[in-house]
C-alpha cells in the first residue's frame, strides 16, 4: 500500500519544491524547466571554445540573474539554473555544478574554483519516503568577495559570509561567518582574515 504524502494538499509537485516543501520530481512542469536548462548549458558548452563573450550571454539567458562583468566557464551543470543568482564580476572557474532545486546566491565579486558543488536538494532519512522518491531542498547562500576553493562542496541550508575562503576540497556542511578560512571535511574555521 503506497502512502498519500500529500493528503489534502492541492499544490502541484513543481509548487511544493518551490516551496521548499518535500515533492516527488514527477510534475511534467519540473521536466520542462529541467529540458531547458539542459539545452541552455549544451549551447553553452558548445559556444564557449569559439567566442566566450557570446557564451556570457547565454549564461545571462541561463541564470536567474548574472551580475555585470561576471564570467562563467564552461562546462556548468545546473537543474534548472533559473534558481542561481550570480552577482557582479564574479568568476566561476570549470565544472561548476550547481543543483539549484531552491535558491543559490552568489555574492559580488567571489571567486569560485574549478569542481565546485553547490548542492541544495535533500532527501529523507527514512528508507521508505526516499524509496517513494520524496525529495525537498535548502537555499545556499555565497556572501559577497568568497573564494570556493577547487573542488569544494556546498551542502543544503549553508550559508558562507562575505570575505571568507573555503579551502580546497573542503565540505561545507554548516554556516561559516564572514572573514575566516574555513577548511577540511567537514569543513571548519581555522582562522579569522
Not at 539554473?81 to 572557474?93: D, E, K, L, P, Q
Amino acid at each position: 500500500m503506497t502512502t498519500d504524502y500529500f493528503a489534502g494538499d492541492t499544490r502541484t509537485n513543481q509548487e511544493r519544491m518551490l516551496a521548499g516543501d518535500l515533492y516527488i520530481a514527477d510534475d511534467p512542469a519540473i521536466a520542462e524547466a529541467q529540458q531547458s536548462a539542459f539545452s541552455l548549458t549544451a549551447r553553452f558548452a558548445e559556444v564557449f571554445p569559439r567566442d566566450v563573450n557570446a557564451a556570457q550571454e547565454i549564461a545571462r539567458e541561463l541564470f536567474g540573474s548574472f551580475g555585470d562583468e561576471a564570467h562563467v566557464r564552461a562546462p556548468v551543470w545546473v537543474d534548472y539554473g533559473s534558481n542561481v543568482h550570480i552577482g557582479a564580476r564574479t568568476f566561476v572557474n570549470f565544472n561548476l555544478t550547481a543543483l539549484d532545486v531552491a535558491t543559490i546566491t552568489i555574492g559580488e565579486d567571489c571567486q569560485i574554483g574549478p569542481n565546485v558543488q553547490l548542492l541544495t536538494p535533500t532527501h529523507p532519512i527514512e528508507p521508505q519516503p526516499r524509496r517513494d522518491k520524496l525529495e525537498a531542498a535548502q537555499p545556499i547562500t555565497i556572501g559577497n568577495n568568497v573564494w570556493l576553493g577547487g573542488g569544494a562542496i556546498v551542502c543544503p541550508g549553508v550559508t558562507i559570509g562575505d570575505n571568507s575562503v573555503i579551502g580546497a576540497g573542503a565540505i561545507v556542511t554548516r554556516d561559516i561567518p564572514a572573514n575566516v578560512i574555513a577548511v577540511g571535511n567537514p569543513a571548519r574555521v581555522v582562522r579569522e582574515i
